[in-house]
Every structure is written in C-alpha cells, then in structure tokens.
C-alpha cells in the first residue's frame, strides 16, 4: 500500500475515521427511520473512544497497510439498532445496512475529485494525501458489499429479498454469529483470501478512472 511509514500511519489513521464513520451512519440511517437506540447509547459520535474495538479498527488494518495487503477491511464496534423500530419495516434493514457503505463511497468520490484538482495544480503532497483517502473509502465501501454476514451487503440483500427468502437468510446468519469467533473469521478470511486478487484489480480500476493516477 505505502512503503513510507508516515503514508502508513496516515492510511492506518485513515481507515479507522472512514471505519467510524461507516458505522456512525448506520446509527443516523436507524434514527432517522425511528430507532433511537444507537442515539440513546452514545453512539451517533465521531469520538473515537465510543466507536474503536482494539482488534478490528487497529491491529487488523495495521497489518493489511504495512503488509501491502490487496484489500483493506476493518470494524468497529457495531453501532445497535432494533430493526422493529423502524418506521419502514419493508425496506428500513436495507437502507441502515447501505448507509455506511454509501458514506464510504461519497467520501471516495469527493476525494478522487479534491485529488484530480490538486494535481492539476501540480500540489503532489496533498493530492497524495486525498489519492489515499479516496483509495480507502472505495476499498472499504466496496468490501462492505460483498454479501456474506457480518458484511452490509449480506444485509442489504437479506432486505430487499421477499419475506420468506429474507427469514432463511437471517436464520443462516443467526448460525452464524451462534457459532465461536473462529469460525467467522475463517468465513471472512477464505472469502478474502479467494478474491482478494480480482477485488484489488477491480478498485484499482476504479481507482484510475476517479483519480487518473
């Protein structure tokens, strides 16, 4: 990713902000619907302290930046929600489960533009900076979209399905999150280790295309 250390703590910093922010607009798509839960606990905060848990939003993306990894992932605590406070039963899941992702790619779009206009400039640093910003937020908008559980896309999926696809699906995920830590990581980690390959190529793609660099 960077052989600079001070561009890999920079992406690391990076990467845990887009992270919280990620879920802080889950919490803001729930409330907005009608649940106050996340509201009610401290959650709709940029504060790092009510958003950060220690493996998923420092050790792992530490070691995907300065191990050059292909993708780049991590979590935080999730942000509660009750998906029966919702005012929109139908559809109100979908809609929580796209916004973080949504945020993360907003972001990606506004920093791939900053980047294409510093360096019109000839600002190299600072387009740098927005390039890497813009690279992490279209990694994670993207692998939050894979559609297996605990990512989002499982659950924009799981509600946009008909009633009774949506319970099968939700019934697999309850299997999941009942079995032992171990074996979501072994999910997760086949999946990545799989594609993770066509995933980089794919947002480099679109990585070019929104920054030309």
């Known amino acids: 990713m960077a052989s600079d250390p001070s561009l890999s703590i920079f992406v690391i910093v990076i990467l845990i ?90 972001l990606a779009l506004l920093f791939a533009l900053i980047t294409r206009v510093a360096l019109m400039q000839g600002d190299i640093l600072f387009g740098t900076l927005a390039s890497m910003i813009a690279l992490v937020n279209l990694s994670l908008g993207f692998f939050n979209l894979i559609p297996i559980p605990p990512l989002d896309g499982y659950t924009v999926l ?30 997760l980690f086949v999946f990545v280790y799989l594609f993770s390959t066509p995933f980089y190529i794919f947002i480099q793609y679109l990585f070019h295309i929104l920054t030309g660099v």
């Open 158 to 187: 799981r509600g946009i399905l008909p009633p009774r696809a949506s319970m099968a699906f939700r019934a697999w995920e309850q299997r999941i999150y009942g079995s032992n830590l171990l074996t979501r990581f072994i999910i």
């Open 17 to 106: 902000l887009s992270i919280i922010m990620h879920e802080v607009a889950h919490g803001y798509a729930a409330f907005m619907l009608g649940d106050p839960t996340a509201k009610n606990q401290g959650r709709l905060t940029l504060n790092p302290l009510a958003h950060i848990d220690l493996f998923g939003s420092i050790l792992v993306p530490a070691i995907l930046v300065l191990g050059n990894a292909g993708v780049l992932f991590g979590w935080a605590k999730p942000v509660p929600y009750n998906p029966y406070n919702l005012r929109n039963q139908r559809w109100g899941e979908a809609i929580v489960g796209i916004a973080g992702v949504a945020t993360n790619l907003v």
